[in-house]
């Protein structure tokens, strides 16, 4: 949606928070972003969202609908959150794929899940969400939590999510979105430029990183634009759900 | 939001008690896949029971199968936990169950049959000599303080029945009740006996 596309011979450029950069350069940054901050990624969300982020992935998991039996694939899985949870959900005859575009993340998310153990239906995929490596019709849901800003064609990952899901499986978009409430958007922009920079220097040593999260949640399309983009790659019954006063928001789609 | 607050801290407060059970999980994990919606009338709350071998998920929302609903006033459900004779409970009128009733009834089991090693779990915190030296503290406490309370009870009665005459005692009572029971038997043989007399005083006038 916020692709550019200069003359006929430049390359596409994309937006990487609030610049501008080639197409095939993005994915690379934002490695570098993930790889950063791999290590403190959740000691930092705890801190940046004051534990919230627990209470948007257990209502993400209450929508989901998964049952025992069932095969999820979390993709930008990160440290698991997750996936832990559908693990013990689909129980010992489902399964669960972990994918993570970023190395990091994904080792990280696998030490973490294996020390508690949480194994035997689970497996880990370095896969790129535009191009997911699984077949047609495959899983009973796909869930992308706070993936989906951080990937340079939008349309074509929910596309690819579309292709992997069985019909009537559930894809679950849980994503940073726009406030519904004017005094809280004031009040959320003067802590996302301000507080989460500074938390990001002092714990991770790395303010850039938190500064490009700001920009992309920005740069991300609000709970309308989205649910029109997953309706447009072919979802059924799409609906979304604000969370926090909009601050987060999760859009729910069911393949026909 | 407040609600899913709510529920991840006391998912999070129950299952650390039921890991404090070596035989709670075990007993749990027969339990994997159901999940029970209990549905409050007053105040109006739905809650959603996921057991499974790593303890209880909570949810105030699942768009999942449902196995057992149990639809009762907050008064009820109270009654439903705490009580021996849970099947009493069950019928009263303002209760409602529906599917599968077996898998309610073997988590309220299982909650109301736990046996906490608390010990283990205070010893992780403060080592193996100091709970020793705290827990026989605290059950000599315990003992002391249950000596104390049915001393106080035994004291208590013996004054109400035996000094200050408000009360009566038991065996002083067993024993009114006992002459009581005698002199009503005894009136009860002098009208059979008075009865018959009467009857043959009858009989003798006739003839």
């Known amino acids: 949606m916020n692709d550019q596309r200069k003359g006929d011979h430049a390359e596409p450029t994309t937006h990487f928070g609030y610049s501008d950069v080639p197409e095939s350069q993005k994915a690379r940054k934002v490695a570098e972003v993930f790889h950063s901050v791999a290590a403190k990624y959740d000691l930092m969300n705890d801190v940046l969202s004051g534990g919230m982020h627990r209470l948007w992935k257990r209502f993400t998991i209450e929508l989901s609908g998964v049952r025992s039996g069932n095969r999820v694939l979390d993709i930008a899985g990160g440290t698991g959150d997750l996936a832990a949870k559908f693990s013990r959900l689909v129980g010992p005859t489902g399964q669960v794929v972990l994918a993570d575009i970023n190395e990091s993340m994904l080792k990280v998310g696998r030490d973490r899940l294996l020390d508690r153990g949480v194994a035997g239906n689970i497996e880990f995929v370095q896969a790129d969400a535009e191009k997911l490596p699984f077949p047609d019709n495959h899983f009973d849901c796909v869930t992308i939590a706070f993936g989906l800003r951080n990937v340079t064609h939008k349309d074509a990952a929910i596309s690819s999510m579309l292709r992997v899901l069985k019909p009537g499986g559930r894809l679950l978009v849980l994503e940073f979105s726009k406030p519904t409430n004017k005094l809280m958007s004031r009040a959320y922009d003067a802590y996302s430029f301000a507080f989460m920079p500074l938390a990001g220097k002092l714990i991770t040593n790395d303010s850039e990183s938190y500064r490009y999260l700001a920009e992309s949640i920005r740069m991300h399309p609000d709970q309308e634009t989205l649910k029109s983009m997953m309706v447009e790659a072919g979802f059924d019954r799409v609906t979304y759900h604000n969370m926090t006063s909009g601050i987060v928001a999760v859009h729910r789609g069911i393949k026909p | ?207």
């Open chain 2, 1 to 207: 939001m407040l609600l899913a607050g709510v529920l991840a801290s006391v998912e999070h407060g129950l299952n650390r008690v039921l890991r404090m059970d070596s035989t709670a999980l075990p007993r749990l994990a027969a339990l994997e896949g159901k999940v029970i919606a209990i549905d409050c009338v007053q105040p109006a709350l739905r809650v959603y029971i996921l057991p499974d071998e790593d303890g209880l998920m909570l949810a105030g929302h699942w768009e999942g199968d449902v196995h057992c609903t149990l639809r009762a006033p907050a008064s009820h459900l109270a009654r439903l936990a705490l009580a021996r004779d849970k099947t009493a409970v069950l019928h009263a009128p303002q209760v409602q169950l529906h599917g599968d009733s077996a898998a309610l009834l073997d988590l309220v089991g299982v909650l109301q049959n736990l046996e906490l090693d608390w010990e283990y779990e205070l010893s992780r915190w403060l080592g193996p000599v100091a709970t020793s030296l705290l827990a026989g503290h605290l059950r000599l406490r315990a003992r002391w303080t249950r000596e104390g309370l049915a001393r106080f009870s035994q004291n208590l009665s013996e004054y109400l029945a035996e000094e200050s005459r408000t009360l009566v005692g038991k065996r002083e009572a067993e024993a009114a009740f006992s002459e009581l029971d005698a002199l009503k038997v005894d009136i009860e043989r002098l009208e059979a006996r008075i009865r018959r007399l009467s009857q043959s005083l009858d009989a003798s006038d006739n003839a």
